[in-house]
């Protein structure tokens, strides 16, 4: 009997790490989402911003990073980062005291890159999937604000 439960323990103990290790490596790719863009750099931020425009979300700010790098003397392939907000969605989650610790996430971002291979992608988190580690109201607005970041890079993607 003791043989059986010490058995039963181990390998518990052990299915358990080995979904922990799993899960460790797989959480950072579960949490972005990458697609491959149909143009450069610069017509690819073109599209997302007049994309952004003409949706119920505005362009805050636009970080060239791979200027930054050159200005330290580091080469890197083109990478452009768009915040976007919507005041809507923000104020709809922020208004909750428990829910301010979100506006760490805002604004919004979507990447813009270059990679060695010579094909622009596009990057942004998994707004479904965060909102869904919170719940509630978060969840809600997250998942209406995911739709809302497909349909915003719908025409550039592959």
Do not use: C
């Not at 058995?7 to 579960?30: C, D, E, K, R, Y």
């Not at 007049?50 to 200027?67: A, C, G, P, R, T």
């Not at 010579?118 to 998994?126: A, E, G, L, N, T």
Request: hydrophobic letters at 45%; charged letters at 20%; zero cysteines.
């Amino acid at each position: 009997m003791k043989k059986v439960l010490l058995g039963s323990v181990a390998g518990f103990v052990i299915g358990a790490v080995v979904l922990g290790i799993a899960m460790f490596n797989m959480l950072p790719g579960m949490m972005l989402i990458e697609n491959e863009s149909r143009f450069d750099v610069d017509k690819t931020v073109q599209k997302l911003t007049q994309s952004i425009e003409q949706s119920n979300w505005v362009v805050k700010q636009k970080y060239l990073l791979h200027k930054g790098a050159a200005k330290i003397g580091k080469l890197i392939n083109p990478v452009v980062v768009i915040e976007l907000g919507h005041a809507g969605h923000s104020s709809t989650i922020l208004k909750f005291d428990d829910y301010r610790s979100t506006a760490v996430m805002m604004p919004a971002r979507i990447a813009v890159y270059e990679k060695e291979n010579d094909k622009v992608y596009i990057s942004r988190m998994d707004l479904k999937l965060m909102g869904s580690m919170f719940g509630g109201v978060v969840k809600q607005v997250m998942g209406e604000a995911q739709q809302e970041h497909d349909a915003i890079v719908k025409d550039v993607i592959n």
